[in-house]
Each structure stands twice: as structure tokens, then as C-alpha cells.
């Protein structure tokens, strides 16, 4: 076994599960992992003919008045290993070790929590412990360990200044881009048919599907409300239980509906969509208006009469008001566009001053902009940091909420949103990694044991957040960069990732959320992540949308970045550095015939593992590709749609969202 292979054949192990991932706030310790861990430690260091290191501070706890002491360490292999012993003060703690990098830097990356191990042999105290691979960053001195008792708003600090040398294996180095397993090229009629607006398709089942999912008719729900899945106390399977109005998952379901709003010609398709978003826009106002709201407008959840969920959760999760007001926005354009009121979307939509019972718009737009610097929960609900998911859609909200405010004559505001807009669009260099080629997904220290960075928030950020300006695009060499090695990052964690082929029709890699996730849809396990129907559509999606941009721009550029998505998702181009080529070189050709093909490869994964109902759920599983986790997921068949819109566009089918749209809405 190589070197590198030992490295990564334990970089996903993770010390501490949370007992369900859209609850952060209850933390578990796994023994039997604890067991897996060490020995897969002992036996890198014996196959390696090499001993790690481990410098032992503390033997117990303290007993000079201290809250806290690092007890073990050592850094073997590029892997920081350590323990320590924390006073249980209270019940929600954050524990962070922080270190200087190969540079003897100290930067938000140069940081690792802590996960609770079990109680300490002395009463009233609790042993934490930490192994992170961080062999990208290096680690030269361990400044100091904090412990935050977040319940009673103490922190305490223990000074450290360690020096730390290496010890056991050398630490691997960046892994190269994979050789590319296929070159599918173009577009394939069975995908074509698959998605075809016609009776039976994927894509009729997964437009009828949502729409049973938006108003659902239970709970006595409130007009305007989206249940996230079929899945709960009201529905035949009861775990997991999402039987909530989540505003993210709402509002990019939403502005689903606002594309066939958009498109439709038809008379009462048109007008049953315009009533679900001004519904929408009210549900999304009284939502703003709960009594009972903890952290503002960043509350991600209401039950299905839109009453706020005060329960122990994730939040504040602030990428929610600016998907909300994007799309609100975006419809309200369009309205107007076909002749609609000004008065109507100022009173129904925007105007939250005037009319913050039935205009949520504005209120939103202000609280990104007077909120965006706070760190808050990520998409999956399951870390609090700076995330560039939610950055991006906070920019796009600011960006287009600048325009927008100027249209309806708010000029005030609209100062406010387009300051805003600039502030947060310095930040995204914070982002890039140039050690690992990556964007990173959060800008801090190692949270949750993702250790790679990787996640595939980033390509969603792309696709839900750009706002069309050239601002981190579908073609921006480091957002190629990044979906090459997030795409590539799941062919050794699943493995039905070894199935490359449907007969003579290539599959594309099935994504999950993160290389190290342990969600198996009920709960967590060891290796229990999956890959999602949503994931994996997203990527699909990027490809197409990446092909029709550079269709758009009429040439493709190579630089030193960009070069390792073309030399996997388009080798036969051959695409050298510096050079550019234009739409009537048979290498732009190939490269953007080459993006075809993967965007219908990776939707052929989708289409090989949907059961023959088409009936989607949250995940599939990566051993055998049966459909688990949440019933008939929202956000799944929205993501079908998504991509499957950005596959007509890219194919020159204009009619495409009409012809789906002006089938209407039926309820079955």
C-alpha cells in the first residue's frame, strides 16, 4: 500500500458523529470508530516501519483553578492527532486548537476543533480529542486551545507555544487530477427522451412530483408553503421527518416555479403560477412577522402553517433571505415585463416598509446587507462559518436587490444594497486556495472532520448565486478548478463509482455532499454518506451551463488553473496554456461537445439509479444505488428541472419551458 493511500485511507474517519445532521447542537461519541481509528493509525505506522510521536502534557485534569488543558498530541503522517481535558461547565461547547501553518502563519485555516470523546476519570470533566489531515496547510507550532462555553458566554484559553515536529510518514502531497475513465461526447437521445416534456418522462413525473409538495394540504398549511419532502409524522414514511417549510429549500423551489412562470403561453397555467408566488410572497412575509423568531430573519425552518419552529436547530441560516428575495425579485421583473402593476409588486412584494404584512422583499434585502459579515449555518445545516455558498447568493441578492430597488424608486436603499454588494464581493479571494486548487466551501478551521475542503456547496453557490456579471461564473478558471477536484474527489469514496457504464453509455461519477460525510438519510454511520440525486444533478447542470457560456463568449481560454478540468472533462482537445480558441477550431468544438456529453453523463447516473416510479428521494446508496433518505425530496426534482432547463438552453430549444409549463399544474 502506497504511502499516500495509508494517508487517505483514514482522512474520513471522523472522531465525533452529530446524532442527526440538521441538528448540530447534540454531539455523540463514537467508541467503535475511536477502536478504527487507532487501528488504522497503528497499522500506518507498522506498515511504514515507522513509530508516530505523541507528546503527552497532562496525564488528568487540572487542579489549579483551570477550565481546560491539552493533554496529547502529535503530528505523524501529515495527520494532527490530540487530547485534551475540558471542565463540563455547560452543555453546547466549541473546542479549537490553533497552530501556525508551514509559513508560521496563524489564519482562520490554521485551526481544528475538538469532539467529545467520553467523560474523564475525574468528575466534572470530559475528554475531547481531534485527528485532522492537515498536511496541505503544514503545522510548525501549536499556539493555543480555546474552550467556549457558549451556554453561559464564557471563553478559556490555554497558551500553548509548542513547537511541533513531524513524525512518521512523510505528509502526501496535493493528489493529481485522476486519468479520465471516459470521453463521452455530446449530446445521447436516451437522456433526450428521459427528459422530453411528454407523458412518463423523468421530467413530467419530477414537474408533477414538486408540485404536490408545494401547498401540500396538511398541517392545515398556510397558501404559499413548500414541504421539503414526503417525509414525516403526516406521511407513510415517518424518518426522517421533514415535514417543515425550510426558506432556502422553499425559495429555490419557487423560483423553479418562477421559470415556468416565465415561460408559460398558456392562460391558466400562466395564472395558477402567478398565484403560487404571490402566494409564496405572502407565506414569506408572515414568516418575517413570527413573534417568536430567535435569530432574526436567518431562521431556516417553519412548520406547514407557517408558525416559526423554535426547537434546537442549525441557526441563524442567512443564505435563506437572499435566495427568498431572489427569486421574488426575478418573478417581480417578469411580472412586470407582461404588464403587471408596479403598485401590485410594490405592495405585494418589495415595499416591507409600507406593507410588511404582504411584502417581504425589502426586509430581506436589509438584513443581507446588515448581516452578511456574521458567520452562520451552511446548507446542510451543519456548521457555523463563513460559507461560499452563501456568500455567493448573498452578493446575487445584493446585486440585483440594488437594481431593483432603484425600479420600484427606492434609491435610499438601493445606495445601501449596491455598498453592501462591493463589501462582500472583496471577500471571495478569502476563498481560494491556491495549496489545494480550490475554492474552499468555508473560509475557517477544520469543522466536522471535512478535512479536504471539498464540498459541493461550492458548484450550488455557482448555479444559485451568480449573478450573470462575470463574477464567478460557470467558466472562471478557479470555479473549474474546483468542480474537477470536488467531481473527481467521490470515484474513491463510493463504490458504485466503479460502474462507469450503462451497456455502451457512460455514466458520470454519482456526488455526494463531502468526501467525508457519514448522513446515510435516517442518521449517521460509519462510511455512511451517499451520493444525492441533487448533488449529482448539480454537476450535470454545471456542465451545461459551463458549454453554453462559452458558447455565449464565442472562444475558450486556458490558464494554468483551468487546465486540469480540460485535461479530464475534455483531453481529446488537447488544450495547451495561454492559448485561446475560437468557435471554428475543432478544439473549442470538441471541448464544448466534450461538456455535452458529461452534463447528459453525470443526468444518466441520476436516470440509472431512479427507481422505475421515478420517484426521487434525498439520496441513492453507495454500495448497491438504492434510493434512501427522505421521501420524494423537494429540492431533488427541482434539481431535475434546474438542469434539465439549462440542457434545453443549451441546446437551442426555446420552447422547452413552455411546452412544460403549459402542461399546468394537476394535483395526483
Same mark, same amino acid.
Given at each position: ?40 493509525? &497503528?497499522?500506518?505506522? /507498522? ?52 497552530? /501556525? ?154 423560483? &423553479? ?69 431572489? /427569486? ?16 401590485? $409588486? ?31 449555518? *451552511? ?6 462559518? *463563513? ?10 441578492? %445584493? ?33 481560494? *486556495? ?12 477544520? %469543522? ?42 467521490? %470515484? ?13 453509455? $457512460? ?162
Amino acid at each position: 500500500m502506497s504511502i499516500d493511500g495509508i494517508i487517505f485511507g483514514y482522512l474520513s474517519l471522523q472522531v465525533c458523529l452529530f446524532v442527526f445532521p440538521f441538528d448540530p447542537s447534540i454531539l455523540v461519541c463514537s467508541l467503535p470508530k475511536m477502536k478504527a481509528i487507532t487501528t488504522g493509525l &497503528v497499522f500506518a505506522a /507498522t506498515a511504514l516501519g515507522q513509530t508516530c510521536e505523541t507528546q503527552t502534557l497532562a496525564t488528568a485534569p487540572p487542579n489549579d483553578g483551570s477550565e481546560l488543558a491539552l493533554s496529547t498530541y502529535s503530528y505523524c503522517g501529515g495527520t494532527l492527532t490530540a487530547t485534551a481535558f475540558i471542565a463540563n461547565l455547560d452543555y453546547d461547547k466549541l473546542v479549537t486548537l490553533y497552530y /501556525t501553518n508551514r509559513q508560521g502563519q496563524s489564519t482562520p485555516l490554521s485551526a481544528v476543533q475538538f469532539g467529545y470523546q467520553g467523560d474523564a476519570s475525574v468528575s466534572g470533566w470530559e475528554v475531547w480529542n481531534t485527528q485532522t489531515a492537515i498536511y496541505i496547510d503544514g503545522i510548525t507550532e501549536l499556539l493555543n486551545l480555546t474552550y467556549q462555553a457558549t451556554d453561559i458566554g464564557k471563553t478559556y484559553v490555554q497558551s500553548l507555544n509548542k513547537p511541533v515536529q513531524a513524525s512518521g510518514a512523510p505528509a502526501p502531497t496535493l493528489p493529481s487530477i485522476p486519468t479520465p475513465y471516459a470521453e463521452p461526447m455530446g449530446f445521447e437521445q436516451d437522456i433526450t427522451n428521459w427528459l422530453s416534456v411528454s407523458i412518463g418522462s423523468e421530467v413530467e413525473t419530477a414537474f408533477a412530483r414538486m408540485f404536490l409538495n408545494i401547498n401540500p394540504s396538511i398541517q392545515g398549511d398556510a397558501k404559499g408553503t413548500v414541504v421539503a419532502a414526503r417525509s414525516g409524522p403526516s406521511y407513510d414514511q415517518k424518518d426522517p421527518d421533514y415535514e417543515y417549510n425550510w426558506v432556502r429549500d422553499s425559495s429555490l423551489t419557487m423560483d &423553479v416555479v418562477k421559470t415556468l412562470y416565465s415561460g408559460a403561453t398558456k392562460r391558466n397555467p400562466k395564472q395558477q403560477l402567478q398565484n403560487m408566488l404571490f402566494e409564496y410572497a405572502t407565506a414569506r412575509a408572515t414568516e418575517q412577522n413570527d413573534p417568536n423568531l430567535q435569530t432574526g430573519l436567518g431562521e431556516p425552518k417553519f412548520y406547514l402553517n407557517n408558525t416559526i419552529f423554535s426547537g434546537p436547530w442549525g441557526r441563524p441560516q442567512n443564505d435563506g433571505p437572499a435566495t427568498a428575495a431572489g /427569486t421574488l425579485m426575478r418573478f417581480a421583473n417578469d411580472y412586470l415585463a407582461q404588464g403587471g402593476s408596479i403598485q401590485d $409588486v410594490k405592495q405585494k412584494i418589495y415595499d416591507s416598509t409600507t406593507f410588511p404584512a404582504s411584502a417581504p422583499v425589502k426586509a430581506d434585502l436589509l438584513f443581507v446587507a446588515q448581516n452578511w459579515t456574521y458567520s452562520s449555518f *451552511d446548507l446542510w445545516e451543519e456548521e457555523s462559518a *463563513d460559507h461560499f455558498y452563501t456568500r455567493m447568493v448573498q452578493r446575487r441578492a %445584493l446585486v440585483d436587490g440594488a437594481v431593483f430597488a432603484e425600479k420600484m424608486g427606492d434609491s435610499s436603499t438601493a445606495s445601501t444594497l449596491k455598498a453592501a454588494a462591493a463589501d462582500i464581493s472583496a471577500t471571495f479571494s478569502q476563498f481560494w *486556495d491556491p495549496n489545494r486548487e480550490l475554492l474552499l466551501y468555508e473560509y475557517g478551521p477544520v %469543522l466536522r472532520g471535512k478535512s479536504s475542503y471539498i464540498d459541493i456547496a461550492v458548484i450550488l453557490g455557482v448555479i444559485h448565486g451568480y449573478a450573470g456579471d462575470g463574477f464567478y461564473g460557470y467558466t472562471n478558471d478557479k470555479v473549474l478548478s474546483s468542480a474537477v477536484r470536488i467531481s473527481t474527489a467521490f %470515484l474513491d469514496v463510493y463504490p458504485i463509482a466503479k460502474k462507469t457504464a450503462d451497456g455502451d453509455k $457512460v455514466l458520470g461519477i454519482p456526488i455526494g455532499r463531502y468526501p467525508e460525510d457519514v448522513y446515510n438519510g435516517t442518521g449517521t454511520e460509519d462510511n455512511g454518506g451517499n451520493p444525492w440525486y441533487l448533488c449529482t444533478a448539480a454537476m450535470s447542470q454545471f456542465m451545461y451551463a459551463a458549454s453554453n457560456e462559452y458558447a455565449a463568449a464565442g472562444s475558450i481560454s486556458i490558464t494554468e488553473t483551468s487546465k486540469p478540468f480540460f485535461d479530464y472533462f475534455a483531453p481529446k482537445a488537447g488544450l495547451q496554456v495561454g492559448e485561446t480558441y475560437g468557435y471554428d477550431s475543432r478544439e473549442y468544438r470538441q471541448t464544448v461537445n466534450a461538456l455535452n456529453g458529461w452534463g447528459d453523463a453525470f443526468m444518466r447516473t441520476i436516470k440509472y439509479y431512479t427507481p422505475a416510479d421515478g420517484h426521487l428521494s434525498e439520496e441513492f446508496n453507495r454500495n448497491t444505488g438504492v434510493a434512501q433518505g427522505a421521501a420524494d425530496l423537494t429540492w431533488s426534482y427541482a434539481s431535475i428541472l434546474t438542469a434539465a432547463f439549462a440542457r434545453a438552453e443549451t441546446r437551442g430549444q426555446k420552447a422547452y419551458v413552455a411546452n412544460l409549463a403549459n402542461l399546468g399544474v394537476s394535483r395526483r
